[in-house]
């Protein structure tokens, strides 16, 4: 599976982005899917994910209300609606795939486990 995020830009405080993750490869309904962030000098964090059909996703609390996930297996794609954007929202954001189960992907992603695939990040800068 390849990935390729896409979507990212500059908006200002308040604003809303939506980021695209596209994937490659006929078995890209097997994994669920990650979103994580990286801020400049601080570790990468974990933000979204959704299992395998949609049908489960969890958030991080700091983006919890204002960020939603989604997917369309159909079109090998998972989005992140992101809305009441804020300066500490601005980072670069990855998507990620593993193959795991709705009932332990959400600790997958806050452990920071090894993903089965990454996606290059796109750059999220939300100015004050």
């Known amino acids: 599976v390849q990935l390729q995020a896409s979507g990212g830009g500059l908006v200002q405080a308040g604003g809303s982005l939506r980021l695209s993750c596209a994937a490659s490869g006929r078995t890209f309904s097997r994994y669920a899917m990650y979103w994580f962030r990286q801020a400049p000098g601080k570790e990468r964090e974990f933000v979204a994910v959704?299992?395998?059909?949609?049908?489960?996703?969890y958030y991080a609390d700091s983006v919890k209300g204002r960020f939603t996930m989604s997917r369309d297996n159909a079109n090998n794609t998972v989005y992140l609606q992101m809305n009441s954007l804020k300066p500490e929202d601005t980072a670069v954001y990855y998507c990620a795939a593993k193959s795991t189960t709705a009932q332990a992907m959400l600790y997958a992603g806050l452990k920071n486990h090894r993903m089965d695939y990454w996606g290059k990040g796109t750059q999220v800068t939300v100015s004050s």
């Open positions: 959704t299992s395998w059909s949609g049908g489960t996703t």
